[in-house]
C-alpha cells in the first residue's frame, strides 16, 4: 500500500493521502451529536474507514480530476432511528459490501502509464520526473446499492466516473435497482434529483423502505369483580374492630356483567423493499372463565349472572354464588333456616333457633342462645352469648365482636375481642387481640396457638389452654368412637334377636353403619398425623399473651403447667419435654 501511495504522490502531485484543505472547507461540517440521557446508550451509525481504504483511494483519484470534492460521507441514516444492536450490525455488514465494491472499483480505475511505440514502458526517470502522464480508465459513474440484513431499508452510493466516463443517470440507477430487485418503497423523488445533486458522489441516501411486520396482540379478560378478597381489620383509635363492615362480600344483581373479553388486535402483515411479504402473527382469542350460574352473553364477548348473589372465584372461573337475605331476626317469624347457599341475616338470631348454611353465615346483630352451622365463613358483628349448651360451628373461619358462654367448633381460625367461659375446639389459630383481648375461664384447644392482650383474670378464674393436636378432628372423632360403640351394643342386642327377614335387614344396616365408621376414623387419623408433621415444621405451636394471671392451666402435648404468679409478655411452647415460659 506504501508503494501505491508513493506512486500516486508521484503521479498527480499529492503530499498526502489526506482530502485536500479545498476539499475540507466545501464538506458540510459534521453537526455535534444530540445530548442523550446517561442510561440511553446509542451507537453513531457513521461509517469511519481508514485512511489507505480502497474507497478513500477511489476518492483522492476523483479529487485529482474533479478539484473540488466533497469528503465521503457514509451515515445509515433514515426515518426510523436503528436501534444500538441493529447499528453496530448493519455498520459491519456495510463496511464489509462496501470494502468488496471499492476494491473491484479501484482495481479498474487505477491509472496506468502510457506505452511508447515500441509497447515499451517508459524508464523509470522519466516517470519520476513526470514527463509522462498516466492514462485514465474511462468508466461511468456506478451506483452501489446497500439492503439491510432484514430487508426492510435500502440505502444508495455512487461512485463517481473517471477518465471520461459517463456521469450519472437515472437509468443508471434505475438498472442498480432491478439488478438488486429493490421494487417496494423506493424514494423516486431523491431518484429524479440525485443526478443533479452538486454531492452525489461518495455519500450513502437513504432510498427505498419497506412496511414493518405488526404482530397481532392477543385478547384478554377484563374483570370487574375481585378474584380475591383480602381480610383487612380496621381498628379505630381505641383499638376496636368494626366486625360489620368487613366488605369481603362482592354482590352481583342478575344479568350485570362479571367480565368482558377484549377482542384481539389482528396484525398487519409486512412487506421488503424486495416486495416480499413478511407473515404477521395473529393475536388469540381469549376464553372467558364461565363457571356455576354465569352465563355468555349472545355476542360471546360478556360474562353474565345468570341470578342474583355474589361472585367469587374459584379455581379457573368465576361463579356467582346465592345468598338468602334475611332481613330482620330469624325468629317465629322466619323460623330455622337450612340452606344450601349463603345466609345473611340483618338482624339477631335469637334463642332457640338455628341457622345452617352449606356456604358462608353472616349476621347483623348478635347471636343469642342459638345453634349455627356455617359451611364457610362465620362473620358475627355484634358477638355471641349462650347459655353454656350453644353450639357454634364453622368449616373456614368465625370473626365475632365476643363469644360468651357457648361452645365452637371451628376448621380455621378464631379472631374475635374477648372470650369468657367457652369450649373452644379450633383447628387453626385462636387470636384475641383487638379490643380489649381479654380470654376469662373456659377451655380453649387450639392446634396452632393461642395470642390474647390478657389470659386470667385478678380472681384467678381457672382458664385452660390445650395447644396442639386437631381439636375438632379429635372432638369428632371421639364422637365416631361413641358412635361406634352404641353400634356395638346395638349389634349385640340384634344378633340375640329370634332369626327373621328383620333381623338379617337389621344386621346388614348395623355392619354398613360400622364400616363407614371405621373408615372416617381411619380417615381422621391419618389428618391427625399429617397435622402434626405440619405444625413440626413451622416450629410448633405456642401461646403469647402481653399479661397472664395466676389460674392459667397451659398444655401443650400433654405436658402441663399452672402458672402460679402475674407473668408479662409470656411466651409458652414446648422445648425438650418442658413448658417453657419466656
Not at 177 to 190: A, I
Not at 219 to 230: C, H, L, N, P
Request: proline share 4%; with cysteine; aromatic share 6%.
Amino acid at each position: 500500500m506504501d508503494v501505491k501511495n508513493r506512486f500516486l504522490n508521484r503521479l498527480f502531485g499529492f503530499k498526502s493521502n489526506k482530502p485536500t484543505q479545498e476539499a475540507i472547507d466545501e464538506t458540510p461540517a459534521k453537526q455535534a451529536p444530540k445530548e442523550t440521557p446517561a442510561a440511553v446508550i446509542t451507537i453513531d451509525p457513521q461509517l469511519d474507514l481508514a485512511d489507505d481504504h480502497a474507497l478513500h483511494q477511489l476518492y483522492f483519484l476523483w479529487c485529482k480530476q474533479a478539484h473540488r470534492a466533497p469528503r465521503p460521507l457514509l451515515r445509515l441514516d433514515g426515518p426510523d432511528a436503528l436501534s444500538p444492536e441493529e447499528t453496530k450490525r448493519e455498520l459491519a455488514r456495510l463496511q464489509k459490501e462496501l470494502t468488496t465494491a471499492a476494491a473491484s472499483r479501484l482495481k479498474e480505475a487505477t491509472p496506468r502509464p502510457k506505452k511508447d511505440t515500441a509497447g515499451k514502458e517508459e524508464d523509470d526517470k522519466n516517470r519520476q520526473d513526470g514527463d509522462t502522464q498516466a492514462e485514465m480508465p474511462s468508466l461511468d459513474a456506478l451506483p452501489f446499492l446497500f439492503i439491510s440484513a432484514d430487508r426492510m431499508a435500502a440505502w444508495l452510493m455512487v461512485f463517481p466516473p473517471t477518465g471520461q466516463g459517463k456521469e450519472l443517470d437515472r437509468s443508471m440507477l434505475d438498472q442498480a435497482l432491478e439488478k438488486n430487485r429493490v421494487s417496494f418503497g423506493v424514494d423516486t423523488d431523491l431518484l429524479d434529483r440525485l443526478p443533479n445533486e452538486a454531492n452525489r458522489y461518495f455519500r450513502l441516501f437513504f432510498t427505498a423502505k419497506g412496511t414493518p411486520v405488526i404482530h397481532g396482540k392477543d385478547g384478554y379478560i377484563e374483570e370487574f369483580f375481585k378474584r380475591s378478597m383480602q381480610q383487612k381489620f380496621s381498628v379505630d383509635e381505641h383499638d376496636r374492630v368494626d366486625y360489620f363492615n368487613l366488605n369481603l362480600i362482592q354482590n352481583i344483581e342478575k344479568d350485570a356483567v362479571i367480565c368482558q373479553a377484549v377482542p384481539p388486535v389482528a396484525g398487519t402483515p409486512g412487506r421488503t423493499v424486495r416486495n416480499e411479504e413478511v407473515p404477521c402473527r395473529e393475536g388469540k382469542k381469549a376464553a372467558l372463565p364461565k363457571g356455576r350460574n354465569t352465563k355468555v352473553s349472545e355476542d360471546g364477548s360478556q360474562l353474565l349472572a345468570a341470578l342474583s348473589g355474589r361472585v367469587e372465584f374459584s379455581g379457573q372461573s368465576f361463579q356467582v354464588k346465592t345468598v338468602m337475605e334475611i332481613e330482620e331476626n330469624v325468629d317465629l317469624s322466619t323460623g330455622n333456616i337450612d340452606y344450601m347457599g349463603d345466609v345473611h341475616v340483618r338482624g339477631n338470631v335469637c334463642s332457640g333457633f338455628f341457622v345452617r348454611a352449606v356456604g358462608g353465615v353472616t349476621v347483623d346483630g348478635a347471636v343469642e342462645a342459638a345453634e349455627i352451622e356455617s359451611g364457610g365463613d362465620l362473620r358475627v358483628a355484634k358477638g355471641i352469648v349462650g347459655n353454656g349448651h350453644t353450639v357454634i360451628r364453622s368449616r373456614h373461619n368465625i370473626y365475632a365482636k365476643y363469644l360468651e358462654n357457648c361452645v365452637v367448633h371451628v376448621r380455621q381460625n378464631l379472631y374475635a375481642d374477648y372470650l369468657v367461659n367457652c369450649e373452644i375446639y379450633c383447628d387453626g389459630e385462636v387470636q384475641i387481640s383487638t379490643g380489649k383481648g381479654i380470654i376469662i375461664g373456659g377451655h380453649i384447644r387450639a392446634a396452632q396457638g393461642v395470642s390474647a392482650k390478657t389470659v386470667g383474670s385478678r380472681s384467678e378464674n381457672h382458664t385452660y389452654v390445650y395447644l396442639g393436636g386437631q381439636p375438632c378432628a379429635d372432638f369428632e372423632r371421639e364422637s365416631l368412637l361413641q358412635k361406634a360403640k352404641e353400634l356395638d351394643i346395638e349389634m349385640k342386642k340384634t344378633q340375640r334377636q329370634p332369626a327373621g327377614p328383620a333381623k338379617t335387614k337389621q344386621l346388614n344396616k348395623i355392619r354398613l353403619d360400622m364400616s363407614v365408621q371405621n373408615m372416617k376414623l381411619a380417615q381422621f387419623d391419618k389428618d391427625l398425623e399429617q397435622s402434626r408433621e405440619k405444625l413440626e415444621q413451622k416450629g410448633g405451636c405456642r401461646m403469647r399473651c402481653d399479661l397472664a394471671y395466676p389460674g392459667l392451666i397451659l398444655t401443650i402435648n400433654n405436658v402441663t403447667l399452672r402458672l402460679t404468679q402475674e407473668t408479662s409478655c409470656l411466651n409458652g411452647r414446648l422445648v425438650d419435654g418442658e413448658i417453657q415460659v419466656l
